[in-house]
Structure formats: structure tokens, C-alpha cells
């Protein structure tokens, strides 16, 4: 059991870019409450997060509340039956790995040349949205008002 910060347990659920962190707390009045945070990775070295506190006093209507949401979803899913198979993680398999040198210099040839994006994007294995984010971060194009 990890007391550090007041925390008691946690758990760590990565779904694709976005990794969320599940923890028991306690706080100084020695009252319960999970904390959920949403951890983003918005550049090489940025995170962008948001927590949610959820008390010890509502986590009986939360649960409720959670496990109607949860039952739904499923039965949903089972009725609409399977999805077609998808071949996005063979075309993006480098989503959230750290760029190499060498991915760079092949995007700045790319781009000089004026590669179209989804050549871009299926040369390098990665989604047009995070090769415009690298384009920014090389000062090659300008950043946008989305991604600021």
C-alpha cells in the first residue's frame, strides 16, 4: 500500500495516446475519494491532464450511475454487432513513440518537397495530426490555433 500523497492504491489503463491513473486517496481530514485523472501526451515532452474527485459521500450513486452507463455500452456493442477489421495500427504503429533523427530528416525532405500528407503519414507510420504537430515544433509550418 503506497501512503505517499495521501494515496493508497492506483492503477494505470493506457488506451492508445491517452493513459489514465485511477487512485484511492485519503485526504488530511481522513475522508476517501478516487481520483481520476486523463494524461495526454501533447508533445515529446508536454502531457496535458485533467482530474476528476470523486467523494467518498457520492460513490454509491456514482457506481449506479457507472454501471447502468457501462451495461448500456455493452448492450449497445452486442447489438450492433462486429466492427470490420481495421488495418490502423499497422498504419500508424509509431503513434506515441518518441521521434529519431532519422524520422525527422525523411518528414523535412518530405515536406520540402511538398509530400502529400497521407504519403507522409504512411511513410512514417504516423497520423497526419502528429505529423503536424512535428512540423511545428521544426518551425516548419505555423502553429495552429487547434494545437496551441
Known sequence: MNTENGTLSSERVAAGRTTYFI????AVNNRFY??????????DTGFDQNRIF????????????FEKAFSEVEQAVLNRGELPESDSSQKHARTGK????????????????????EELSEKLQRSSYAITLRLEKLGLIEQSSESK
Do not use: H, Y
Open 23 to 26: 487512485d484511492v486517496r485519503q
Open 98 to 117: 518518441l521521434w529519431t533523427e532519422e524520422e525527422e530528416k525523411l518528414l523535412k525532405k518530405g515536406f520540402s518537397k511538398k509530400t502529400p500528407m
Open 54 to 65: 470523486l467523494f467518498e459521500e457520492n460513490l454509491d450513486e456514482l457506481r449506479k450511475a
Open 34 to 43: 478516487l481520483c481520476i485523472t486523463e494524461s495526454r501526451r501533447i508533445s
